[in-house]
């Protein structure tokens, strides 16, 4: 599975970016999804996460109720709705497909794109 991510980019805060994860490859159905984010210095940390049916979410506490994941199965795409963004929010995004089922641990992640930059101006 090849993954891109777009929609990245430089907002102010309490802006919104919808960041895209373009999947090609094996059936996208199969894996389900999910959104991680490194800042510099920092680990790399979960965002959310779908499962395959996309009936399933899970989000880090962080982005509760400012961040929405979905997935158009038709477009083998997933998507990650980001709205009142923070200057703390800024980082590397990535997308991930897991084989496994949808987890906050990156290891359980057998596929990754290569990221999109958020930045978050205060």
């Known amino acids: 599975v090849q993954l891109v991510e777009s929609g990245g980019g430089l907002v102010q805060a309490g802006g919104s970016l919808r960041l895209s994860c373009a999947a090609s490859g094996r059936t996208f159905s199969s894996y389900a999804m999910g959104w991680f984010r490194q800042a510099p210095g920092k680990e790399r940390e979960f965002v959310a996460a779908i499962n395959r049916s996309g009936g399933i979410t899970d989000y880090a506490d962080f982005v509760k109720g400012r961040f929405t994941i979905s997935v158009d199965n038709a477009k083998n795409t997933v998507y990650l709705q980001m709205n009142n963004l923070k200057p703390e929010d800024t980082a590397v995004y990535y997308c991930?497909?897991?084989?496994?089922?949808?987890?906050?641990?990156?290891?359980?992640?057998?596929?990754w794109g290569q990221g999109t930059q958020v930045t978050v101006s205060s």
């Open positions: 991930a497909a897991s084989s496994w089922g949808y987890s906050h641990q990156a290891y359980e992640y057998d596929y």
